[in-house]
């Protein structure tokens, strides 16, 4: 059974920090590379960030240098430490198995998604 928990979503002030993670089934988490994505209230999921099965990651450029994504192999665990939040930010961060290739980067691969963990940022 396909496994995607998320966490670690609040409420912050602009500027501030969160830390969200994601635990995933082992066989999926293991062999795949991920991806965060948000969805916007009134907008479509959109890729934020990803990493490979070795640690290598990518960001959209909105985020980029704000936040950084992280995977424990260990733990079937992938996190997203984001800092200098700004409202544009806040939504629904969900993870999920991810396309990292030029030809369908950010496309999200399981059609199952997890509950997602809200983000909100106030000006």
């Known amino acids: 059974q396909v496994q995607l928990v998320e966490s670690g979503g609040g409420s912050v002030h602009a500027g501030g920090s969160l830390r969200l993670s994601c635990v995933v089934s082992?066989?999926?988490?293991?062999?795949?590379?991920m991806g965060w994505f948000r969805q916007a209230p009134g907008k479509q999921r959109e890729f934020v960030a990803g990493?490979?099965?070795?640690?290598?990651?990518t960001y959209k450029p909105p985020v980029k240098g704000r936040f950084t994504i992280s995977r424990d192999n260990t733990k079937n665990t992938m996190y997203l430490q984001m800092d200098a939040l700004t409202p544009d930010d806040a939504g629904v961060y969900y993870c999920?198995?991810?396309?990292?290739?030029?030809?369908?980067?950010?496309?999200?691969?399981?059609?199952?998604w997890g509950q997602g963990t809200q983000v909100t940022v106030s000006a």
């Open positions: 999920n198995v991810a396309r990292l290739n030029r030809g369908d980067y950010g496309v999200p691969l399981l059609k199952y």
């Open positions: 082992a066989e999926i988490f293991s062999i795949n590379n």
């Open positions: 990493i490979t099965v070795g640690g290598s990651s």
